[in-house]
C-alpha cells in the first residue's frame, strides 16, 4: 500500500528549499566564499534533516571564528576509507586528521613571523561525546596543536599571555661577564670609580661566585671613597678564596682606612708569603697612636696628649673615611679632661654628632650630661643621665654620674640654705664636704669655691677668703664673680690699691659690663678713703661700733696716750690730737655720715691756732674732768691758743713751753660751756 502521495510531497520540497535558503543567508553573512552544494535535488527529507541538526551543531561550536560560517553539504557515509566528508567544517575531522591539519596551519604560521599570535577564550559549552560525528576532543586556540585526548575531556586552555610584554632576557654568559670586567677595568685606569663600579656590578651578577670580580669592584669602591661597601665585597671574596693573598691584603688596607688597625694586622698575618713592612706600618703606628691616647685619658691630667695621639692617628684614615665611634668618645673625654669653655662646647658638639646617628646612644648620652655637669647646669644633666638609663638600664657610668651630680646638688642646696639664714660657718662646713665629691669637676668645685669665699668675707677671713677666690680662678680663668669676691676681699683686708688694680683688670676683660664699671669707682672711693686718717683705726673699734663702744674706746685711747703720761715720747701729742679728731667725727651721726661716705670733712689744720691744739673739736668737758681730774695742775701748753672753743682756750702759749697753773686744774684754760 502506498502510504505516500505526491500531494504531502511538496511540504517536504519547501522544507528543502527553506533549508537551503537557509544555508544561503548564512554564506551570505559568512566572509569565506560558499560552495555550491552537489547534493542532488532529490534527496529525501530524512536525509536532509541530520545535516541541518549537524550544521547547527557545528555553528554554536564554531562561533566567533572566520571559518564557521561556512555551509557544508550532506556527508557521503557510504565512503568506507572516510567516514565524513572532506568538505565539511575543519572541526568535523576525525580526531587524527584534525591533529595533521593544525600540525599543518602551525608550521605555516610559524613561516610567516609578521603574523600575531591570538589567544583565543576557552568554549563554554560541555565537552562533545568522541567518537561522535561532528565532535572533537578538545578547544585548540588558533595556530596551537592540540594535544592528544585520553577521554577524560577537555585541556584547560593555555595561559593567556601579554602580547606586548618582552620576553625575559637570558642571563648573561660568562663571556659577557669578562666583558664586563674589561669595561670595569678600563673605567678605573681612566679614574672613572662610579662607571668602574657599574661594570663591575654588571660582571658580579654575572658571576656571583666570582672572587675576582668582588675583588675589583671593592677596589673600585676604596678609590671612590666607599669603604664600608668595599669591606663588604672585599669580605666575600675572602670567604670565596681564602687564601688569596691580593684579596687579604687588601682587605688588611680596607680594615686601617677604616681605624680598625687590630683586625689590620690580625689579616696581615695570614698573608703568605708574609707583606711588607711598608704594607703593615700604617697599621701599627694607628694601633700606637690610639693607645697613647687611651694611656693620656687613664693616667694623665690634662687631655692635650690623648687629643694629640688621636690627631696622629685619624692621619691614617682613609681619605673621606668616617672617624671610628670609640675614637669619637675618646676625643670628647679628652675635651671634658680639659675644662676649659671652649673644651666643653667641643664636648657638646661630639656628643650632638654621635646623638644625630643615633639618638639612643647611652655613651653619647653620658658625654652631653657630663659636658653639662661641667658646665653648671646640672638639671640637664640630670635628664641626660637619666634618659641613658631608659635605653640601657645596666650602663655603670649613668648610675655613676646620676648619683654623684644629685648628691652635690643636695649639699651644695644645703650651704646656699645656711648662707643665706647667717649660718656662715655651717654653711662653709657644707661647701667643704661638696668639694670632696668630684675633686675633677672644675666648673663645680670652682662655685663651690666662690661661695665658701663669701662666707669666709662675712666672717672677716679675708685671707682664706682671698685663697678660696685664686683656686677657683685657677680652676675656670673665666670665673667673673671669683674675682669680684677676690677683689672685694683685697679692700676689706686694708688693701684698696690690690683690689682697685683687679677690678680694672676685669673691666679691661668686658667692658660692656656695667656692675664692674661701678665696684671700680666704689673700690677707688675707698682708696681714696684708706690714704686719709682711718678714725676707726685711731680708736681701735669696727666700723659697725655704736656710740657707747665709740665713747668707751675714746677714753681709753685719750688716758694711754696723754702727753702728760708720755713726756718722753714726742708722737704721744700728735697721737692725742687724731685720738681728738676721730671721737668729734664718729660721734656725731651726722659727720660720721659724711666720713663714712668718704667726704673730706674737715682740712687737717682748720679749727687749730697758731699751736697748740687749737681748733673746733666739741669734746664733752666731762669726758676730759673725768679723765684728769685734780690730776693735771694749772697751766696750759704752749703754742698759741689751745682748745679754743672752751672759753679763752689755753693762754700762755706764744713761746711754748708748759705752765702749771692754779687749783682750778686748766688756769684760764677751758671754759665749759
Known sequence: MNF??????????????????????????????????????????????????????????????????????????????????????????????????????????ASDPERMDIDSEAPTSPPPQTNMPGTFDSPKTNGTPAPPSNGEGPVPPPHKSNPTSPAAASPPTAEEAEAFKAAGNKFYKAKEYKKAIEEYTKAVEAQPSSATYLSNRAAAYISNGQYINALED???????????????????????????????????????????????????????????????????????????????????????????????????EAYLKMGNVNALGDAQNVAMSLLRNNSADPEALVLRGRALYAQGDNDKAI???????????????????????????????????????????????????????????????????????????????????????ERAIALDPTYTKAKKTKANALGQSGNWEAAVRELKELQEQDPSDGSIAKEVRNAELELKKSKRKDYYKILNIEKDADENQIKKAYRKAAIIHHPDKNRDDEQAEERFKDIGEAYETLSDPEKRARYDSGEDLMDPMEGFGGGGMGG?????????????????????????????????????????????????GFPGGFSFQ
Not at 46 to 70: C, I, L
Not at 275 to 297: C, F
Not at 434 to 441: G, I, M
Not at 628 to 647: L, N, P, V
Open 383 to 469: 635628664q641626660h643621665f637619666r634618659q641613658a638609663l631608659n635605653y640601657d638600664p645596666d650602663f655603670r657610668n649613668a648610675v655613676k654620674y646620676l648619683r654623684m651630680v644629685q648628691k652635690l646638688d643636695r649639699m651644695k642646696a644645703d650651704g646656699n640654705a645656711d648662707y643665706k639664714a647667717g649660718r656662715w660657718q655651717a654653711a662653709i662646713d657644707k661647701y667643704s664636704d661638696a668639694l670632696e665629691v668630684d675633686p675633677f669637676n672644675k666648673g663645680t668645685n670652682s662655685k663651690l669655691l666662690q661661695n665658701r669665699a663669701l662666707c669666709k668675707n662675712k666672717l672677716k677671713d679675708y685671707t682664706g677668703a682671698i685663697e678660696d677666690c
Open 616 to 664: 673746733g673739736m666739741n669734746i664733752d668737758p666731762e669726758i676730759l674732768m673725768q679723765m684728769f681730774g685734780a690730776q693735771m695742775g694749772g697751766g696750759g701748753r704752749g703754742g698759741g691758743g689751745g682748745f679754743h672753743s672752751f672759753g679763752g682756750g689755753m693762754p700762755g702759749g706764744g713761746g711754748g713751753g708748759r705752765q702749771r697753773g692754779g687749783p682750778q
Open 4 to 109: 505516500f502521495s505526491k500531494s504531502p510531497k511538496k511540504p517536504s520540497k519547501k522544507t528543502s528549499d527553506s533549508d537551503n535558503d537557509d544555508t544561503a543567508s548564512a554564506s551570505s553573512r559568512s566572509r569565506s566564499p560558499t560552495k555550491k552544494s552537489t547534493t542532488p535535488a532529490s534527496s529525501s527529507s530524512s536525509s536532509s534533516k541530520p545535516s541541518k541538526a549537524s550544521r547547527e551543531e557545528n555553528y554554536k561550536h564554531g562561533q566567533g571564528s572566520s571559518r564557521s560560517s561556512r555551509s557544508f553539504v550532506k556527508p557521503n557515509t557510504k565512503t568506507p576509507r572516510h567516514p565524513f566528508d572532506p568538505n565539511t567544517h575543519p572541526l568535523n575531522l576525525p580526531p587524527d586528521q584534525l591533529r595533521k591539519l593544525s600540525a599543518r596551519a602551525s608550521s605555516n604560521m
Open 234 to 332: 672585599c669580605t666575600r671574596a675572602d670567604e670565596l678564596d681564602p687564601n688569596n693573598a691580593k684579596i687579604l691584603l687588601r682587605l688588611a688596607r680596607i680594615y686601617t682606612s677604616l681605624g680598625r688597625a687590630q683586625d689590620a694586622l690580625d689579616t696581615y698575618a695570614r698573608i703568605q708569603p708574609p707583606a711588607s713592612a711598608k704594607d703593615i706600618a700604617p697599621a701599627k703606628a694607628m694601633l700606637q697612636h690610639i693607645g697613647v691616647a687611651e694611656d693620656a685619658l687613664k693616667n694623665g691630667t690634662t687631655g692635650s696628649m690623648a687629643l694629640h695621639a688621636l690627631d696622629q692617628a685619624e692621619k691614617l684614615l682613609g681619605l673621606g673615611a668616617q672617624k671610628p665611634r670609640k675614637w669619637q668618645l675618646m676625643r670628647g
